[in-house]
T-cell receptor
Framework: AQSVTQLGSHVSVSEGALVLLRCNYS??????LFWYVQYPNQGLQLLLK??????LVKGINGFEAEFKKSETSFHLTKPSAHMSDAAEYFC????????????FGKGTTLSVSS | KAGVTQTPRYLIKTRGQQVTLSCSPI?????VSWYQQTPGQGLQFLFE???????NKGNFPGRFSGRQFSNSRSEMNVSTLELGDSALYLC????????????FGPGTRLTVL
């Protein structure tokens, strides 16, 4: 069965600092991988996704992630944090190829201080 | 394009009651998935419907059920509510694009007293 592990339930950075949110996955088939962001009292918004092809994926709001098969990782980064980036971030893997169901990690709350 | 809409946004019920939540997908999307989000368990997949048929199901008891109508709108029902059913219920829809990206609604916050 596929699974996702997000290392660190809480990450704190200063404004302008590098953001690194870690995600490792387990999958017996080539995975589709996603990062979502959730702001308080809202649904999930897709930041970026890896399906096939280029392993460095660029998303919205300056975020990017690199798929590393050898490390089974899909870490999310942003060179310079903004206050508006404070939110909860979820890494997800698509469960099987026949449907769209996602398996989510437990989430990482990002705090940004001025 | 209008996004995924969910009604109601907030709901308060008591133990033993049943509840029905509604989801209207993005126009043209035929796949609707439901997820439960709680502080303890995180985001968990409930079920997925495609063209009125359940395509996938998560590991939830039979008290949780769903259906999809011919216009792709979906409902989920929870019978005999328990305190532990208090959660944010999220609906997501997908189109026929290559990788079936899911678009999420704002959720329905269910509180069971």
């Amino acid at each position: 069965a596929q699974s996702v592990t997000q290392l660190g339930s809480h990450v704190s950075v200063s404004e302008g600092a590098l953001v690194l949110l870690r995600c490792n996955y387990s999958s017996s088939v080539p995975p589709y991988l996603f990062w979502y962001v959730q702001y308080p009292n809202q649904g999930l918004q897709l930041l970026l996704k890896y399906t096939t092809g280029a392993t460095l994926v660029k998303g919205i709001n300056g975020f990017e992630a690199e798929f590393k098969k050898s490390e089974t990782s899909f870490h999310l980064t942003k060179p310079s944090a903004h206050m508006s980036d404070a939110a909860e971030y979820f890494c997800a893997v698509r469960e099987n190829q026949a449907g769209t169901a996602l398996i989510f990690g437990k989430g990482t709350t990002l705090s940004v201080s001025s | 394009k209008a996004g995924v809409t969910q009604t109601p946004r907030y709901l308060i019920k008591t133990r033993g009651q049943q509840v029905t939540l509604s989801c209207s997908p993005i126009s043209g999307h035929r796949s609707v998935s439901w997820y439960q989000q709680t502080p303890g368990q995180g985001l968990q997949f409930l079920f997925e419907y495609f063209s009125e048929t359940q395509r996938n199901k998560g590991n939830f008891p039979g008290r949780f059920s769903g259906r999809q109508f011919s216009n792709s709108r979906s409902e989920m029902n929870v019978s005999t509510l328990e305190l532990g059913d208090s959660a944010l219920y999220l609906c997501a829809s997908s189109g026929l694009s290559s990788y079936n990206e899911q678009f999420f609604g704002p959720g329905t916050r269910l509180t069971v007293l």
